[in-house]
């Protein structure tokens, strides 16, 4: 039981912590406003292809496997 | 203890040596990250994927004194630490899509990896592993990938240079020990990459935004300016991590044809001697009286002996210059499943150096590679000859690296030594079969020798002399 209250006092603490706190690296300027420019892009190409495999699924065409392997596949959802 | 000096970068823990066996420390700081890794479910995802190093946390009150110690681990030990600049392309391409598969894994459990350097991955063999277990960060909605500049760096300028470029260019990881500058990369590359969406967007346009925000001094975080740090989704940011993984699987790389490529082809050896020279190399090992843990095997090219040497220990380094003959020997142990054998690339005549602050940070090839056993096949006319290096210090480097030697003598009359010496004079009046084995004579005692049926080559193998043991390491 006394792990099982570590665990949960240490998880809320990472909940309250902020991001910053984590952060060693210097994220760059630059390399986090462009996430923001191309993150529009990205999530509308990735919505696009998952469509286009449910569409190609309906004539029995299997879609290629993910290559982040984390079983999103194609369904969008996390 | 022994603090190892890669590991200072990043205050949430640390990793040492502690009778031979490496450690790493979790500093109270990141115990609620440490301990919502192993909570979440993250970490036996990952594990068992053979993604992410196991560990197990260990009690020893006589090494965890430190006063920021929150966990002691001790992870599955790694026989042989590589760096990027050793890899071939295949190597940092799986190196770079394990980082972004662990990342979107790291995502789904509400995590995040808060750095991307290729650093944090070795092989075990041809198994590419991410060894950093305080790598992971709680993932904070809306927050961009804060190693998104890292990964660009380490992963795709190198391979984008490699693939589009020239593969030399990976060379410049040994300089550039945070990765390529993007700016680097981008005014390298060929106009084309413009047009391909993934390197235009993560490596062109990101190297120009860089540019252009390099001046602003103010904290995005805190700037007056409203928006000016973007807030992205998370199915954005596994988009993001997605994009990357398809620039990334799309960068190819076609060797060009050259000679060594095609070394077993052309060889002076008809089959009956390779085979001969093969079963003669299973003698010489088997008669080591000594268990070998590690083997290094120089100028391997496409491993074809290492694999005989590699079932007489526990762990091979097989190593060769050509970049093409490591590639095809990587590709082809890739395919074939888990094996003792770790094919790199070195350079014998110039190896990897020391590098990093106060040169300590990645260790020198003659400081990692000692060993039980060196192979030395068709190696030592480059040596001697191409490299112009004396006998006497070639078997000094061999005698600082291991015990025994099992080397190859290639005589003058050898064709692969006329090729050498048709463009140049020959200075090399002592490169004879007696002036090596009375110069090797002073370093190592020759234990066993015999002649490759079908060609003018000897095989010896050499046990170091008990006063030759520079190195002050080996047993």
């Known amino acids: ?78 | 203890m022994n603090r190892l000096s890669a590991s200072f970068r990043d205050p949430s823990g640390f990793v040492f040596s502690h009778n031979g066996i490496i450690h790493r420390q979790v500093n109270s700081r990141y115990a609620p990250e440490y301990e919502q890794l192993m909570a979440s479910g993250l970490y036996e995802a990952l594990t068992q994927k053979q993604w992410l190093i196991r560990h197990e946390e260990v009690q020893e009150p006589a090494i965890s004194a430190d006063a920021n110690a929150y966990k002691l681990l001790r992870p599955e030990q790694i026989p042989y630490i590589s760096y990027p600049y050793e890899w071939c392309f295949s190597q940092l391409k799986d190196a770079a899509l394990l980082t972004l598969k662990i990342a979107a894994k790291a995502l789904q459990h509400d995590m995040m990896l808060k750095d991307a350097s290729a650093y944090n991955v070795q092989f075990l063999g041809s198994q590419p592993l991410f060894i950093d277990t305080l790598s992971f960060a709680p993932y904070v909605e809306g927050e961009p990938w804060i190693a998104y500049r890292q990964f660009c760096q380490h992963f795709l300028a190198p391979l984008a240079l490699m693939a589009h470029v020239d593969i030399s260019v990976a060379k410049l990881l040994v300089t550039q020990i945070d990765g390529i500058p993007l700016a680097t990369a981008s005014r390298l590359l060929p106009l084309k990459t413009r047009l391909k969406s993934g390197l235009y967007s993560h490596l062109h346009l990101h190297a120009k935004t860089q540019q252009r925000f390099a001046d602003s001094a103010e904290d995005i975080n805190t700037s007056p300016v409203e928006n000016r740090k973007p807030r992205i989704s998370k199915k954005a940011l596994r988009a993001i991590l997605e994009s990357l993984a398809v620039t990334i699987n799309n960068l190819k790389w076609h060797p060009p044809k050259t000679e060594w490529g095609e070394y077993y082809a052309q060889t002076n050896y008809s089959p009956g001697a390779a085979d001969d020279k093969a079963s003669l190399l299973r003698q010489l090992i088997g008669s080591i009286a000594s268990p070998l843990e590690t083997i290094h095997d120089l100028g391997a090219n496409t491993g074809v002996y290492s694999e005989v040497a590699a079932a007489h220990c526990r762990y091979l380094v097989s190593q060769d210059i050509d970049p093409i003959a490591v590639e095809a020997q990587y590709q082809k142990r890739r395919a074939a499943g888990p094996t003792n054998i770790l094919p790199l690339l070195q350079d014998v005549t110039a190896p990897s150096p020391a590098i990093g602050w106060r040169n300590t940070e990645r260790d020198a090839f003659t400081k990692r590679a000692h060993c039980d056993a060196v192979l030395a096949l068709a190696l030592v006319h480059h040596l001697a000859i191409t490299n112009n290096t004396p006998l006497g210090d070639i078997a000094a480097f061999f005698a600082d690296l291991a015990p025994y030697l099992i080397i190859e003598f290639v005589p003058k009359s050898d064709s692969q030594v006329k090729r050498l010496l048709a463009t140049r004079e020959d200075i090399f009046p002592d490169y004879t079969e007696a002036g090596f084995e009375r110069i090797f004579g002073e370093l190592f005692t020759v234990e066993r020798k015999q002649g490759v049926a079908g060609s003018d080559r000897t095989l010896y193998l050499m046990k170091r002399r008990v006063d030759a043991d520079n190195s002050g390491s080996m047993p």
């Open chain 1, 1 to 78: 039981m006394p792990r099982r209250l570590a665990i949960i006092i240490a998880l809320s603490c990472a909940t309250l912590m902020s991001g910053k706190a984590f952060a060693y690296l210097d994220p760059g300027t630059g390399s986090m406003i462009l996430q923001g420019v191309i993150a529009g892009v990205a999530l509308a190409w990735f919505t696009i292809k998952v469509y286009w495999y449910k569409i190609t699924s309906l004539f029995g065409k299997k879609p290629p496997e993910s290559l982040l392997d984390d079983d999103v596949n194609h369904d969008g959802e996390l």
